[in-house]
């Protein structure tokens, strides 16, 4: 019952989201359009932005299931095409006061995708986890600073165009980075 609960304040969160910025939804909002009390959503969240981060991860884990080299544009493309789905929404949360919160969930997020990627990528090589950190904290930014770019000019590019680009960009980064560090 606590993951129904959670999901259907994050239903009602993402509602909210559609009308209002982040930054002016009130916990009231949240429990009136579905309907609990305030008392329900403390017992789950300390705050909005505690909901809102459970919200990214439940949609972050869906879509980035499988981390590997193989598909990684997949994965990246799917992220892509659910901010661009949920374009009110994003808009919403990234012109708030609170870009910053949204910019580190989605900075872990993708970090996290990416170091799984650059480990085992790494196999069988001995590279310090310092290297693999930092390869994986590179892209991250970069992929990061692209997203925000293109929420910044209204998502009008097609993801699956961005995503092609930067294919071309990384394909063999991983392996030749992580060779050059290989002790």
Request: proline share 0%.
């Given at each position: 019952m606590t993951t129904d609960t959670k999901n259907v304040l994050r239903d009602s969160l993402c509602?909210?989201?559609?009308?209002?910025?982040?930054?002016?939804?009130?916990?009231?909002?949240?429990v009136s359009e579905c309907n609990l009390t305030r008392q329900t959503f403390y017992n789950h969240f300390a705050d909005i932005y505690d909901l809102v981060e459970y919200s990214a991860s439940q949609v972050a884990d869906k879509v980035l299931?499988?981390?590997?080299?193989?598909?990684w544009q997949a994965g990246f493309y799917q992220v892509m095409v659910l901010i661009q789905k949920n374009q009110r929404l994003t808009k919403n949360v990234y012109l708030s006061v609170y870009r910053d919160v949204m910019h580190k969930y989605i900075y872990e997020v993708i970090y996290n995708y990416i170091i799984e990627i650059v480990e085992s990528q790494a196999k069988g090589m001995h590279v310090d986890q310092s290297h693999k950190n930092?390869?994986?904290h590179f892209y991250s930014l970069a992929f990061i600073s692209?997203?925000?770019?293109?929420?910044?000019?209204?998502?009008k590019e097609d993801p699956k165009d961005i995503v092609d680009q930067i294919s071309v960009l990384v394909q063999g980064d991983f392996q030749k980075a992580l060779r050059?560090?290989?002790q």
């Open positions: 509602a909210a989201l559609h009308h209002k910025t982040i930054d002016k939804i009130t916990i009231k909002d949240v299931k499988t981390a590997d080299y193989e598909n930092f390869i994986a692209i997203i925000f770019e293109w929420v910044r000019n209204d998502m050059k560090y290989a």
